[in-house]
């Protein structure tokens, strides 16, 4: 039986690894940018950066799914496969790693600015649908 998890790029790969082949292609900057992280930003190192992401979940899934999606361009995943951690993601036999997408600062820009546009609509939307008296009470 063949492991189902080899076809994921990740597999085998250890995060120092990981972070070496990204900091050689992309630079501090552009991980900084894309992936906002402080350690990454505030004299980035990738001892530092490894002793942060192994302590904090979140930021290392974050520097996987990165890596998968955009140093490795593999296409989005399915629903049921997005709420997995990237390291347990089965990646279909037919979907092979690409060539890494070209990332600027500008498009961190953007893709920030978007983002916290949607964050804040989306506030605007639940603040609207909450009744103003938060309790519930009558004024009767």
């Known amino acids: 039986m063949t492991n189902i998890y080899e076809n994921n790029p990740l597999h085998g790969k250890s995060l120092e690894a990981i972070l070496n082949e990204l900091v050689d292609h992309y630079g501090w900057e552009i991980m900084g940018a894309y992936i906002n992280i ?45 709420d997995l951690p990237p390291r347990d993601r089965i990646v279909p036999p037919e979907d092979k790693p690409r060539a890494p997408k070209e990332l600027s600062l500008e498009d961190a820009e953007r893709i920030k600015y978007n983002k916290q546009k949607k964050n804040r609509e989306r506030a605007m939307r639940q603040k609207a649908s909450t009744p103003s008296n938060p309790w519930g009470r009558t004024n009767s």
């Open 38 to 82: 402080n350690c990454f930003k505030t004299k980035p190192s990738i001892a530092s950066s490894c002793k942060f992401l192994n302590k904090t979940q979140w930021a290392k899934e974050a520097v996987e799914a990165f890596y998968m999606y955009k140093f490795k361009n593999l296409p989005k995943p399915s629903d049921d496969q997005y």
